[in-house]
């Protein structure tokens, strides 16, 4: 199956910093999602993006699916981007079935 | 506005119970996913579904079974719990073909 590696594992910043996560996928896709699971545990969805580039606030996705991979862009951290992103995408031949990377996990210092 | 709910939210149980953990949407989608999430491996697909009547296998549905009637519910039962399955659950929805994924605010289960 298709596999999800996501870089870096941990970060750890200072509030005000910038920051981009990586998603690497092994095979085509045609989406990807991005999550924050914050320090309740609740997943929220940040931005589905099978190409190109979003940008919500501070934070922007880019996804370039030719290379197969996908980036994060957080910027002027707070503390309350604290958490672990993942990134989740479809697995070959099977459009709804998702696989997720083991995410990274940020943590923003005061 | 439409949401995904799981139930209940925390839950200790017994070695050898059986346990359901619900999973109700709104938002009219056909895919419903369960998975579990453990340090160290992220998360887990364990049973997933396409609509109604149709159920299938994820990568660690040993000791799961999941069932669907309906378009809105698909519970998950361990069937005779073990320590092995303490773990936090996510159930998750999408719209067919379409799989932007909704998740729940997860269910926490501990087995002692």
């Known amino acids: 199956g298709i596999q999800v590696e996501q870089s870096p594992p941990d970060l750890i910043l200072q509030e005000g910093a910038n920051s981009t996560l990586r998603c690497n996928f092994s095979?085509?896709?045609?989406?990807l999602q991005w999550f924050h699971q914050n320090p309740w545990g609740q997943l929220i969805n940040l931005f589905y993006?099978?190409?190109g580039t979003k940008q919500n606030g501070r934070l922007s996705a880019t996804t370039v699916a030719t290379e197969r991979y996908s980036l994060l862009y957080i910027s002027s951290s707070q503390t309350t981007d604290s958490g672990v992103y993942f990134c989740a995408v479809p697995e070959m031949n099977r459009d709804d079935k998702i696989i997720f990377g083991k995410g990274t996990r940020l943590h923003i210092l005061p | 506005d439409a949401e995904i709910t799981q139930s209940p939210r925390h839950k200790i149980t017994e070695t050898g119970r059986q346990v359901t953990l619900a999973c109700h949407q709104t938002w009219n989608h056909n895919n419903m996913f369960w998975y579990r999430q453990d340090l160290g491996h992220g998360l887990r697909l364990i049973h997933y579904s396409y609509g109604v009547q149709d159920t299938n296998k994820g990568e660690v549905s040993d000791g799961y079974s999941v069932s669907r009637s309906n378009t809105e519910d698909l519970p998950l039962t361990l069937e005779s719990a073990a320590s092995s399955q303490t773990s936090v659950y996510f159930c998750?929805?999408?719209?067919?073909?379409?799989?932007?994924?909704?998740f729940g605010q997860g269910t926490r289960l501990t087995v002692v």
């Open positions: 993006i099978p190409s």
């Open positions: 998750a929805s999408s719209e067919y073909r379409a799989t932007e994924a909704f």
């Open positions: 095979d085509s896709v045609n989406n």
